[in-house]
């Protein structure tokens, strides 16, 4: 397991290296890119500023200040030459691409006066008339100490936005031939698409930083959870692979076991060893075919496969059947078992009592397992509660064995994993009973957990959400046998003496096998090869079999195509000829298809004696 995380943790060192390489290399070229954008801006702004300047600076010596001086009062406006150098002005501002050009001179006492520009709109334009103090607006306080010291001057970006209507100006003094300030010339251009440009690229930069550090963080944490899960994966093919090594020990030591006494028994002379090749034969069949079970029920949950089928079913009977197998093992071991069933928990049930039944099993017999000689084992259910039928059940089986330590009880209820590695060498077993179990429970709406303390046993606990049937209300007072029929009927000679069956299954060894189960049933027996073999007997007999059993996948017709071509038949006298599917196909989609093609019940394979013959009482009792 070390060895596997190390490779996986390598791997991803030199993955997460070249992560971090690269993002250094993104946040460069991110500073990079941002520093030229920036160098861009500025030296956009100080273009159009070095242009504003150089405007303001022809504009200062283009209307002499004879002219300028022209113009102090409202009066001053009638001469001719306002409008003379109002045409100037608009003119000048057409050929130096500004979008004004005025004048104004300071008057003292913190006052300006304006004295004429080229706008021809009489909202906006200056005339003489316009004087305001200095303290109104900030951009001519700040400008006017610097144009009356002889300087120039130009706004920054934005700051004319909020008085002047996103301008951007320059002003420069104007003066006199001896050298005096007379006035200050300005031009002014709208700075609204260079404020929107240097918003706009502080939102691009903002924006830029912000996406490369989310583009690094998610890379970085998904690089990481990639990592964690690359591990978990390597850790869960580690865990598969040694549990298919397990598995590969629990099914080859069964089959050595049904080899080697198969041997034996053949070379037996007395009936005695014989008998025991055969005991031991079965044991090991009857173990094989739980883990091949076992196995197929993980491949149904791993395919999302596994379904409930409820029926109605006797509770404490089924309960009955599960302690008559496992207290045989028990007393085995000299273990106490006690059972306890509450008052409360109704006597019939509605739900899958197979399922449920896999459960109970799969908690005692490990409790037995696990339990040492002379434990002890306790079994309880009760009700929790009950609303419209639907009630809850609390089933806890607790024992007096090895005991789970607190940091390995979350694995026992894991895929592929045991508590400890050691578990299935030393007490057998698949290790998938829990899983299996665990996925039953919650499919009826329940959950299961674990309360251990190590070296002193064991508590599995489940609740469960099941109806309660409508015999409790029909049969309320029945008194409860606790034989059931398929043991009442197969041990009986003769029973089905005169019924016909049709055997239809392409090979021989099933054949053999099935017609010596049901050799001493008295039932007159024909064999049919193919679908299409059995279809042509059904057709020239159409009365003269009561049941079918139904091979599936055999060659020329299989047993699908043979049932719907036979249900297609035209309708017998004695009603509908009961068909069963005898199949190794047993998941419920394979199930599904018996029925839908109209097949009446399903056989899996291996066939299993008790089955049979309940199969054939279900069916043929209405000929009894």
Not at 149 to 178: C, H, K, M, Q, R
Not at 347 to 363: A, E
């Amino acid at each position: 397991m070390k060895t596997n995380n190390n490779k996986a943790k390598s791997k991803f060192s030199f993955v997460y290296a070249l992560f971090f390489l690269s993002s250094t290399a993104m946040f460069i070229v991110a500073a990079i890119f941002t520093f030229l954008i920036s160098d861009m801006e500025s030296k956009t702004i100080a273009s159009i500023q070095n242009h504003l300047l150089v405007a303001a600076q022809r504009a200062s010596v283009f209307i002499p200040v004879e002219e300028l001086d022209l113009f102090h009062t409202v009066e001053d406006m009638e001469r001719p030459e306002w409008d003379d150098v109002r045409v100037r002005l608009q003119t000048f501002a057409e050929e130096s691409h500004v979008l004004y050009v005025y004048y104004w001179r300071y008057i003292g006492d913190g006052l300006i006066q304006y004295i004429i520009d080229n706008d021809d709109d009489p909202e906006y334009m200056v005339t003489p008339e316009l004087i305001f103090a200095l303290e109104d607006d900030p951009f001519t306080e700040d400008a006017v100490p610097r144009i009356m010291a002889g300087e120039s001057w130009v706004a920054d970006l934005g700051v004319y936005t909020e008085s002047w209507d996103s301008l951007i100006s320059a002003v420069v003094p104007v003066f006199n031939d001896d050298g005096t300030i007379y006035c200050a010339a300005g031009v002014d251009l709208s700075d609204e698409v260079l404020v929107n440009m240097h918003n706009n690229i502080r939102i691009v930069r903002y924006a830029l930083i912000i996406s490369l550090v989310i583009s690094v963080l998610s890379g970085f944490f998904g690089i990481r959870s990639y990592n964690k899960k690359a591990i978990q994966s390597a850790n869960a093919s580690f865990s598969k692979s040694h549990f298919l090594s397990s598995m590969s020990h629990e099914m080859r030591t069964p089959l050595n076991a049904i080899i080697g006494m198969t041997t034996i028994g053949k070379r037996a002379e007395d009936t005695d060893r014989k008998n025991r090749a055969f005991g031991k034969i079965e044991d090991a069949s009857s173990h094989l075919l739980a883990v091949i079970n076992n196995i197929l029920d993980m491949a149904k949950i791993e395919a999302d496969k596994l379904e409930l089928s409820p029926v109605d079913f006797d509770f404490e009977k089924m309960l009955q059947k599960i302690i008559t197998v496992v207290s045989f093992r028990s007393v085995e071991k000299q273990q106490k078992l006690t059972v306890n069933i509450d008052s409360s928990v109704p006597t019939y049930l509605y739900g899958d009592d197979h399922r449920l039944s896999q459960v109970i099993t799969n908690l005692l017999t490990n409790a037995v397992k696990f339990t040492p000689e002379g434990g002890a084992i306790s079994f309880s259910a009760s009700l929790v509660g009950e609303v419209n039928n639907d009630c809850e059940l609390h089933i806890e089986v607790a024992d007096t064995g090895i005991g789970i330590a607190p940091e390995q009880q979350h694995k026992v209820f894991n895929m592929f994993e045991q508590a400890e590695s050691g578990t299935t060498r030393k007490y057998g077993g698949t290790g998938l009973g829990l899983v299996i179990s665990k996925q039953i429970v919650e499919l009826m709406g329940g959950k299961i957990w674990i309360e251990s303390v190590l070296g002193q046993g064991s508590r599995f606990v489940f609740n469960i959400k099941i109806r309660q049937s409508e015999k409790n209300h029909e049969i309320a007072n029945e008194h409860h046998d606790t034989t059931t029929h398929t043991e009442n009927i197969g041990h009986k000679s003769n029973k089905f003496a005169d019924f016909n069956l049709l055997i239809v299954e392409d090979i021989e060894i099933n054949r053999e096998i099935l017609i010596a189960l049901l050799e001493d049933t008295g039932l007159i027996i024909d064999i049919a090869t193919n679908g299409e073999e059995a279809l042509n007997m059904i057709k020239t007999s159409p009365d003269k079999y009561d049941i079918i059993f139904m091979d599936v996948q055999m060659p020329v017709m299989d047993g699908l195509e043979a049932t719907r071509r036979i249900r297609a038949l035209p309708d017998r006298d004695r009603g509908r000829l009961p068909i069963i599917a005898m199949t190794a196909n047993v998941f419920r989609d394979d199930i599904e298809d018996c029925y839908n093609a109209g097949m009446d019940d399903h056989l899996g394979k291996p066939l299993e004696i008790e089955r049979i013959f309940e199969v054939l009482h279900n069916y043929l009792e209405a000929r009894f």
